[in-house]
């Protein structure tokens, strides 16, 4: 599966985003996916996964309540929608997709490219 993520900009604290993850290939329901970011200095973390189904979520702490992953399997995309966005949400976001679970950062095969955010305060 090749992903492509798309969305990211220059935004003010308190503003939004969404971000969008657009897959090529087959079986994208067959997928679990993840959003991932990577500021300056720091490790790539997981910050927002869903299930095959996306019946199914889960969140890091750091965005819980602010960030909201779902995904369109007729349309083979993925979203991250983030809202009350702060300066250390400033990053770049990579989505990924997992053929073997959903949940762990070691489950993550396939890559997009990423895409900046950059938060202003």
């Known amino acids: 599966v090749q992903l492509q993520a798309f969305g990211g900009g220059l935004v003010q604290a308190g503003g939004s985003l969404r971000l969008s993850c657009a897959a090529s290939g087959r079986s994208f329901s067959s997928y679990g996916m993840g959003w991932f970011r990577q500021a300056s200095g720091k490790e790539r973390d997981l910050i927002a996964s869903i299930s095959w189904s996306g019946r199914m979520t889960s969140y890091a702490d750091s965005v819980k309540g602010r960030f909201t992953i779902s995904r369109d399997n007729a349309k083979n995309t993925v979203f991250l929608q983030m809202n009350s966005l702060k300066p250390e949400d400033t990053a770049v976001y990579y989505c990924?997709?997992?053929?073997?679970?959903?949940?762990?950062?070691?489950?993550?095969?396939?890559w997009g490219q990423g895409t900046q955010v950059t938060v202003s305060s």
């Open positions: 990924a997709a997992s053929a073997s679970g959903w949940t762990r950062r070691t489950e993550y095969d396939y």
